[in-house]
Structures are given as C-alpha cells and as structure tokens.
C-alpha cells in the first residue's frame, strides 16, 4: 500500500472528505461513466438518438444497438436518481447471435478500466488481530465478505442514527449537507461484519478509537478472473446447479474454528457469485430464463430487496444487475403464469439484429478476422475487394421484414440512411411502428434473421471450401453458397427458410451490380471512372436550364466538392440515354426525376459535400450501362471479348483490365479472373 499510513480508516475518511476517494453506488458509477464520455446526436431509421462515445471506443467496440443503449442508459440514470429502475433488473432478450452477450461484456471491462483509474478505485475493510477477540480460534483477519465500502462502515459506527452523523461531524469533519447525501446510499452492515463489529465494541468497552485500531481500509482487487467487480453467473443445468452457486453456504472449514454456532461468519458468501460483486459491482447471470424455478425465486429476492438472504441472517448489496435470454426461453418463461412477479422485477428489451448494411461492414470484418489468413498449406490467402459487400448485404436483407409499402432493397437502403428513389424514411419509420405493433416480438423490425455466429459459420465453410485453398482467395461469389448451406442446415422454419433463400437472390442481384461497376471502372483504367460520370449527370441536369450557358452548350459552375470553378459540357444526348436506360419515357417522367435529383442534391451537399449518389443503386446501374454501350457497342460485346480471348486485340484488352484489377482495384489474379468470368455468365441478370 507504500505509505502504512494510507490504509487506516481515519485517512479513509480524509479523503473522501478531500474527494480523492469516492464513495457511490454501482448505478452512480456506470452512469457516471457513460455519461463522462462524448454524447453526439445521430438519426437511426427517421429518429433522432443519442450515441454514447463510450461504447464505440477500442479496437472491438459495440457496433449499432442505438435504441438498446439508449434504453440502458435511462435505466442507469434512473437507477442512479433512486426512480424504480434501481429495484429492477435489465434484462436483454433477443435472438442468439444478435450482441446481447458481446454488450454485456464490453460494458464489464469498459467498468473494470474506469474503476482502475485511482480517483475511481473501490475500497473496502478488514478486522484484523482477531486472535485477540477471541472466540475465532485461528482466523486473524476477517475481511468484509460483501465488500462493503468504509463508508457503510462510518454510517454504522452506533447503532443510534442520530448520534452517528453527530459523530461523523464532529470527529471526522464532515459537513452535515455531505453526510445527508451519504445517508441517501445508507445501508446496514451484512450479518456476519454486524457481529464482529459487536464482538469488538464489547472487547474494547465501546471506545471508538481502539474499535478503529482493529479495522484496515483495502481496495478491492480488480482481477477478472475473481468474479469480483464484475461477475458473470452461466445458466447451468438442472441437477448442479443450486442456490449455493449464488448466495454462498455454511463453511465447515470456519466452523472448526469458531466457538459460536450462532456467529454468521460461519457461512462462506465468497462462494456464491453475488457476493464478490456486492461493493458497487455488476452482476451478469447469462441465459437468466434457462435456471430452473428455485434459482429464478433466489433472484426474484435480490433483485428487488438487493440482500443476500441464509437462514435469516441479511447481507445488503449494491449491485447492477443484467441479464440476457433468447427469445424461446422467454416465451416459455412468460408462459408459465406463476412466474409473473420475477417478469414484473425485470426491464425487459428487445435487441434486434443490425439493419443498417453499411455497419454491417465492420461487424462482417469482425467475422472475417483482422489477422492474416493463410491457407492450408500455409499459403498467404487474399480477400475479395467485394466480399464484405457481399456478405453484408446478403445477411442484412435476410433481417429486414417483408412490407408491402417497401421492396426489401428499398428497406435496406432507407434502414442505412440512403436514399431509396421517391421513397422517403418517413415511410420507413411508418413500417417500422406498424411491424413493432405486434404483439408477437420475432414479427418486429430486426428481430429475425441471420445473426453474427450464421455469419461466422458460413465465412468458417467460405474458408475450408477447396476453391479458397486453390485458389488462396475469399472470392466473393462464394459467400453466398455458403449462406445457402447455413440456411438450409440451422434455420428450422420452413417459412424463414423459404424467405431467406429469396433475400439470397436479392443480395446476388445486387452484387452482380456491383459488378458491372466495377468492370466499368476496371475497363476505364480508373478506380472512379462511374463516380465521376454519375456525377457528371447530375451536373448537367442541374445546369441545363441555366442562365450562363452557351450556345457552345459549356456551364462554368463552382464545384461544392473542391470550391473550384469548372466547365462542363452539356451532352443532351448523354442525358437523354441515361434517363431512357431508368424507363423514364415522357417529357413529365424525366422533369420529375430531374426535380428529385437535384432536391436530394440540396438537401445533401450542405450536411455532405462529398455526396456522390453513388448509393443510387438505379442511377448508377443506368450510367454504367450507358457507358459501356457507348464505349464498346454494348456490355454484351465487352464480355464477348472478354469471354472470346482468340484474337489479339480481346487478349490486350483482357491483360489491361486485370493488371487495372491488380494494381488499382485491390484484387488478386484469382478472383480478378473470377469476377471477370462471373461478369461473361449471364447468370444473376436483373
């Protein structure tokens, strides 16, 4: 402890009354934690949430669940302003493979790192020399089994209330405002602490400062694998597990030494869980719905009194706790009517899967693994500049509800905050109250679908397929065989199934897509090639009525991208070709389409300058079929001379864009080739 002087209850005191040492309860501390952190504001799905900075930090944070943490978070600081929260339990429920566990755990080591922070340090305290109290035959120190804060020890020094604030007023100087905010978190000492504080007021006839001799201030360890601080309690099955595993028991070993029988001290609380989260700590008990009926009562109790109860005697603690379940679990819990009361002690929330496709991304990176793979005969295995499109979309969309007000990719666009034609999120926030309606929560928005673990099964297939060892490459165009199987081998409803396989389809259309761009890109010797004609296209429409332009058809305008002024030339032919490619056939059909264009336009460059509208999955697909016609009569006859490589000229043309493909587009020989014979099959056409 370096200076012997820093571990007696009266320098305890000193700093806490100098706010070096801190004293507060576990709801206090986590808000207080989350809330010390950023707060930005950010619309999800039409609405506008808070996004706590806390969870989106390290190198393997939370991804998304905006609405969930936000819920968390009310109840925190709820908890922590004494409103009913602080009576309850936060219990997630949801899908396996969705994040419920993943959150729980990142919150514990993100608590466990801010209570490392010396000003933020837990203590507690332990009688020491108790061979001199005698009655305790070997045992020489006694630590507080609930770890109890110092502070709870000050609040109970007397057993009269008054007198003790007296106390703590006059001997350790406190002022009479901060001893009313410490009186707020009062709570009496745990049985077995009680009795030993007795035996020594008895041994030392009362006087105060002897008592305190007796008593030496700790922090509480830290260690992870102690369970203390944070600990984590499995559903366990239904012989081994029993009351014991949580609440602790009698301790032959102490028996043996104690002389009195009826000394609390003679159970041994360190060997349940709640115990050794009990000073300000939390308390996670996975899958809480899967113990049987009597473990379920023993937390009915601690949930609500906050006490670890044996045989009468009462140890009160201070504990967050959270728990999580799948949905089956629950519906079977809910179903038994009995069981009532403990649902009615819970906050319970639904935690859907991520919808939003672009943060998908990460959480497919996360799947896929940061390291470098190999193959297996230890070859370097490259990754697909497409794969976690790929893979993203397909098990985004399997997770968005059918609607009739939406097609599925509409939804999935709209769900990631782009724009989706004349469709507006104001339409998406309508589905989505309507689907949260029911009563049934698997029908909900997010709630079904395939979840991160299906998405780890079917990158692990990806991986020991033998084309990806052959080849050392994740190529793309794989995943989604893969997906294929881990629908047909883990989805048990025939319905999803049927739904799945189709959003499948959906995710390969788009794909393919992605494709024809990037063939484009790759044909045109330039990373950006449909970028800059999109954009292109939507400067000309904006500049074809205005009042500068020559007759030489050039409009100077000043690019919001660059602040550079730039000349244009206005090629109404271009125009026309890309708005007969999006079916757009009347004067009146392309005036309106115009309009919109240019009102996302606005509506975009000022909050983005760098917008591109390269998320118009219609337009871009339009540009890009325009070009290659253009370029090279048509797609078709660039993947006739991609596809027929006998005379010289398609093999030149061939080597370019794969050495494009390689140098410029992140590719490797392997799946540059496949993508290129995967653009030449006609397969996937839209």
Known sequence: MGNQADNTF??????????????????????????????????????????????????????????????????????AERGSSSEMAYVLVGEPGNGKTFFVDFLCSAYRQFLSRKQNRKYTFRFNRMDEIGGYGRIKAIESQTYEDPMILAMNLVDNHEENKELLGRKFGFSDTLIEAFYQDYRPLGACTGYIWNDIRTKTDGELDTMLDFVEIVPVPLTESLGTITGKYPAKDKITSSAVDLLGEESIQRLLHISDTNNPYRFDLRRGALARVAGGGIHFSDEIYKNKKDLVQVYLGVIQNRTIEIDGFKWPIDTLIIATSNNMEFHRFLAEKEEAP???????????????YKLQKDLTNYAVGSNSRTTLTAEALHQDPNL??????????????????????????????????????????????????????????????????????????????????????????????????????????????????????????????????????????????????????????????????????????????????????????????????????????????????????????????????????????????????????????????????????????????????????????TCAQKTIEYFCTQEDEK
């Open 10 to 79: 009266q320098y305890h005191m000193a700093a806490v009354k100098e706010k070096k040492r801190i004293f507060e309860n576990a709801f206090c501390g986590v808000s207080r934690m989350i809330l010390e952190s950023d707060i930005t504001k950010v619309v999800v799905n039409g609405k506008t949430t808070f996004d706590f900075s806390i969870f989106r930090s390290g190198k393997k944070h939370i991804i998304g669940m905006y609405d969930e943490l936000n819920s968390f978070v009310s109840y925190v600081k709820d908890a």
């Open 342 to 356: 403990i649902v009615d002690r819970c906050r319970i929330c639904y935690v859907s899967h991520n919808t939003n």
């Open 388 to 669: 976690n499109y790929a893979a993203s979309v397909a098990v985004v969309l399997t997770r968005l509800p059918r609607s009739e007000k939406l097609t599925p990719v509409e939804t999935m666009k709209l769900a990631s905050g782009e724009v989706a034609g004349e469709k507006s999120i104001k339409t998406l926030a309508e589905v989505i109250d309507t689907l949260n309606q029911d009563p049934e929560i698997t029908n909900r928005f997010g709630q079904k679908g395939l979840g991160q673990r299906n998405l780890g099964r079917a990158i692990q297939l990806l991986l020991e397929s033998s084309e990806t060892n052959e080849g050392c490459c994740m190529f793309a165009c794989d995943i989604f065989k893969a997906l294929e199987r881990i629908v047909l081998d883990y989805v048990n409803d025939a319905n999803d199934r049927i739904k799945y396989l189709e959003d499948l389809k959906t995710a390969k259309g788009l794909y393919r897509e992605r494709i024809m761009t990037e063939m484009f890109n790759a044909y045109m010797d330039e990373p950006f090639a449909i970028r800059r004609d999109v954009m292109n296209y939507v400067n000309m429409i904006i500049g074809i009525d205005a009042e500068n332009l020559g007759p030489d058809q050039m409009w100077k305008y000043k690019d919001p991208q660059t602040d550079e002024l730039k000349a244009l030339k206005i090629d109404e032919r271009y125009i026309k070709s890309v708005e007969e490619r999006l079916g757009l056939k009347t004067e009146e059909q392309r005036e309106t389409f115009r309009t919109s264009i240019r009102k996302i336009y606005g509506q975009k460059i000022s909050v983005s300058p760098g917008y591109d509208f390269m998320d118009n999955l219609e337009l871009v697909k339009a540009v890009t079929d325009v070009r290659l016609k253009s370029d090279i009569a048509g797609t078709g006859s660039l993947i006739g001379a991609l596809a027929n490589r006998t005379n010289e000229e398609n093999q030149k043309l061939y080597d370019r864009m794969v050495s494009t493909m390689l140098d410029k587009l992140n590719y490797c020989r």
